[in-house]
């Protein structure tokens, strides 16, 4: 990107005369272009940096406990036992709960605000919902333990159990803080990011497909189904990776509604753990070496977790994209 | 006249900054329960006398660490160390003040008479092994008290915390299955049930959670108005946890000559008096470089124990009784030292 606008820039440099005005602007631009590669390689840097320190310090749980150290499902500090899969099966499944409610909803809401919301509705709900993404985790956190949770518990949950207890996914008694609890507040709190990243791709839609589809007779979802949905298809892609990467990483309003217990359990509606929140809750107290070395072991789970699932998400944009000329739609 | 005003304001601002210095700055770090006791103090203190005494609440895992590597010049632990570990770092340990936990409840209904139960049942309900309130080993206990068939929620602590060492201990001493299943430990893998953060965390998951038996600091379950557990003690009399509980079993023992100031009134309550209380301990260093700067601190303490106990009885704290602090002033004179001699009176 920066040599295409260098290219761009020099023709009309070339028009002046060759005077000391130039010379200045070429050693700005050798400035400009060093700085901005010493800030791209600083990300680098840092990224190892961490990577490293993650490493190096939790490399005391890794010896003492192994490969199992993954697979393990013990976590008892008084016998010094620690394992990860706990927090992290529970980081995966109350992210893919949060995903599997936000995705939908989230691209629900970016079509109606595009393509069906008249403008005095869709900008102010437009506005609403980048609103919703400024709140702080924390109040997401209170208002999940004091108003949500026990209201699902009261209503929602006690008409899951009656109806779909014999499920094992909503078996055993319901406090209203569990995983359940955990994945819907995750699911409100990435919706905003999923709804405004999808808008703002199918406002990149040319009208002129669009309009061309419904000259042809299309009815609206035809045109939605048909044009919008696969236009959009790598943005909305992108948008959902990009509130799952935001899901796996919550900490504080996770912490308070998922119950922080280190078990795992078949039932929805058990309390849980995620590695951020046992991060949240542990690091400070943590008394034994082993201790918080295994505390940091899971934050390179959790690093590894999110890579593997970024690179899913650059893998699965980047097919799309290689598929798309050759099968550009008729 | 300006000059001469300017010089006076110089002068003033050199002489406040000289006694700030002479009168110093401590830093400190370690347990959050005490901490707005300790925040208190040190602002009276400072009012009084000038010097500064910073503390932050980091964690009593935090503060063991800091005074261990020496870079604080107190840390604060709400469990104490070992007689061995003190020794190996050269540390003295003493206590502060008293800190009381209570099991609280949420059945529904109006009745919040207290809960009565047996230190054995109690361990059995944290266990797992008693599942609802309806229970006849309950209801045995509270005849007339109307128990729901409700399951019992445990809602335990999700951070380490002294109040969990403090809770788990109690549970280990009465209940020989609690000691083997879970341990004590100021964070354990208890059998069953949800974890909060904080005690605020665990008090409002208590009042949201219908069915719910939890364990609070003594303050919190006075202000969330919780319905607490009664105990039994020897003798078959029930202690609820109330101010005068609490005397009736700090009176009992003289527990400073245990090693370290170990406060365990666990098995010696006597009838009447409230069974889980532990003390939140000081940590210094044993040798002192600058025999001034030791003095300092341990006047500061000593000033904290004698002078602040009403401080601590208005924020909810308990004071130590005076034998125990003219103990724990013997105890600083035979070991807190400079140069081998010591410091303190």
């Known amino acids: ?139 997401y956190g209170m208002w999940g333990l004091f108003v949500l949770a026990p209201w699902l518990n009261r209503v929602f949950y006690a008409q899951l ?103 795992i359990s078949a039932s929805l509606l058990s309390p849980s753990n995620t590695i951020s929140s046992t991060l949240a809750n542990e690091f400070a107290e943590a008394t034994t070496p082993l201790h918080v070395s295994s505390l940091v072991a899971l934050g390179l789970i959790l690093f590894l977790i999110t890579t593997l699932i970024l690179s899913l998400a650059k893998f699965l944009l980047w097919r799309m994209e290689k598929a798309l000329p050759g099968g550009s739609k008729r | 006249m300006q000059r001469r005003l300017a010089w006076s304001a110089a002068v003033m601002a050199a002489t406040t900054l000289l006694t700030a210095w002479a009168a110093g700055t401590f830093s400190g770090a370690g347990a959050t329960f005490p901490y707005p006791l300790y925040a208190r103090w040190s602002h009276a203190y400072r009012a009084l006398t000038g010097s500064a005494f910073n503390y932050q609440s980091i964690g009593s895992g935090g503060g063991i660490l800091q005074i261990q590597r ?131 965390g665990v008090a409002s998951y208590v009042r949201e959670v219908a069915g719910a038996l939890g364990y609070v600091e003594y303050a919190y379950a006075l202000q969330s108005g919780l319905r607490v557990v009664a105990l039994e003690t020897p003798g078959g009399t029930f202690a609820e946890p109330n101010r005068g509980s609490v005397h009736a079993a700090l009176g009992r023992e003289d527990w400073a000559s245990n090693p370290g100031f170990e406060l365990d009134l666990m098995d010696n309550t006597g009838p009447g008096g409230w069974p889980i209380l532990g003390a939140s301990y000081i940590l210094l260093p044993r040798e002192h470089k600058d025999p001034s700067k030791g003095r300092a601190l341990l006047s500061y303490f000593s000033w904290c124990l004698r002078e602040g106990a009403k401080a601590a009885e208005d924020l909810n704290y308990f004071p130590l009784p005076t034998k125990v602090v003219d103990r724990v002033e013997g105890h600083w004179k035979d070991n807190v030292r400079s140069g081998g001699r010591a410091i303190w009176p």
């Open chain 1, 1 to 139: 990107m920066p040599t295409g606008s260098i290219q761009a820039a020099s023709p009309s440099a070339r028009g002046h005369r060759a005077d000391a005005g130039a010379k200045h602007r070429s050693t700005m631009d050798a400035l400009f272009r060093g700085t901005s590669l010493a800030f791209a390689v600083l990300v680098l840097v840092i990224l190892g940096a961490i990577l490293l320190v993650l490493l190096f310090q939790s490399s005391e749980a890794f010896l003492r406990f192994g490969p199992s150290f993954l697979w393990s499902s013990d976590w008892d500090p008084v016998r010094d036992l620690y394992g990860a899969l706990p927090s992290a099966y529970g980081t995966v499944v109350s992210s893919l709960i949060a995903i599997l409610i936000a995705g939908p909803v989230g691209i629900g809401v970016a079509v109606f605000l595009t393509e069906m919301a008249p403008p005095w509705l869709s900008r102010p709900v437009g506005l609403g919902i980048e609103l919703l993404a400024a709140i702080p985790s924390i109040i």
């Open chain 1, 161 to 263: 159990q009656e109806h779909f207890g014999f499920l094992p996914l909503f078996k055993g008694p319901s406090l209203g803080i569990s995983m359940l609890t955990g994945g819907l507040i995750l699911a409100v709190m990435i919706l905003p990011f999923i709804a405004s990243v999808t808008r703002d791709v199918f406002r990149l839609i040319p009208p002129m497909l669009k309009e061309s589809a419904y000259g042809l007779g299309s009815t609206t979802w035809e045109v939605i189904r048909n044009v919008v949905i696969p236009y959009g298809r790598s943005g909305i892609v992108g948008a959902i990776f990009l509130g799952l990467g935001r899901a796996l990483g919550e900490t504080m309003a996770v912490t308070f509604v998922i119950g922080n217990s280190h078990v």
């Open chain 2, 70 to 200: 020496g870079t604080v010049d107190y840390g604060a632990s709400e469990y104490p160390l070992p007689p061995k570990d003190l020794d190996r770092h050269g540390l003295v340990q003493f206590p502060m003040v008293v800190g009381v936990v209570v099991p609280v409840v949420h059945l529904p209904g109006t009745d919040l008479r207290p809960v009565r139960l047996t230190p054995e049942l109690l361990a059995d309900l944290f266990l797992g092994r008693v599942a609802r309130w309806n229970d006849p080993r309950i209801k045995a206990l509270n005849p007339g008290m109307d128990l729901p068939d409700l399951a019992v929620g445990i809602v335990a602590r999700a951070d380490g915390s002294g109040t969990t060492w403090l809770f788990t201990r109690y549970l280990s001493r009465v209940h020989p299955g609690f000691a083997s299943r879970v341990g004590v430990g100021p964070s354990v893998k208890w059998p069953s049930g949800i974890a909060a953060k904080g005690n605020e």
